[in-house]
Nanobody, 125 residues
Framework: QVQLVESGGGLVQAGGSLRLSCAAS????????IGWFRQAPGKEREFVAG????????VYADSVKGRFTISRDNALNMVYLQMNSLKPEDTAVYYC??????????????????WGQGTQVTVSS
């Protein structure tokens, strides 16, 4: 079992940057694949980025590829999402999630077992 807490959200202007953090509790953090999802008003929760247990494999949604970078530091039980060149359409609540049965980085929300509470990211135009 793992508990996840996101932080780092806020309001930024288009073209700006933010770094989101996901802090995990427990001693088995490195056992989990970690993903970032987001949910905008009126839309369903969508996959943003994911990383393998070691951080060696990463997967990105086409909408953020080249702008966002996911990374993890297992020694600190932390996962990060560096977001650059932000656009108004990136505005959403961002969630980190953990999957414990994956072989490849999961992209589906139902493949993840644990979720954080979310952090709001708002990008103004």
């Amino acid at each position: 079992q793992v508990q996840l807490v996101e932080s780092g959200g806020g309001l930024v202007q288009a073209g700006g940057s933010l770094r989101l953090s996901c802090a995990a509790s427990g001693r088995t953090f490195s056992s989990y694949f970690i993903g970032w999802f987001r949910q905008a008003p009126g839309k369903e929760r969508e996959f943003v980025a994911g990383t393998s247990r070691s951080g060696g494999s990463t997967v990105y949604a086409d909408s953020v590829k080249g702008r966002f970078t996911i990374s993890r530091d297992n020694a600190l039980n932390m996962v990060y999402l560096q977001m650059n060149s932000l656009k108004p359409e990136d505005t959403a609540v961002y969630y980190c999630a953990a999957a414990d049965k994956a072989i490849f980085v999961p992209r589906g929300r139902f493949e993840y077992d644990y979720w954080g509470q979310g952090t709001q990211v708002t990008v103004s135009s």
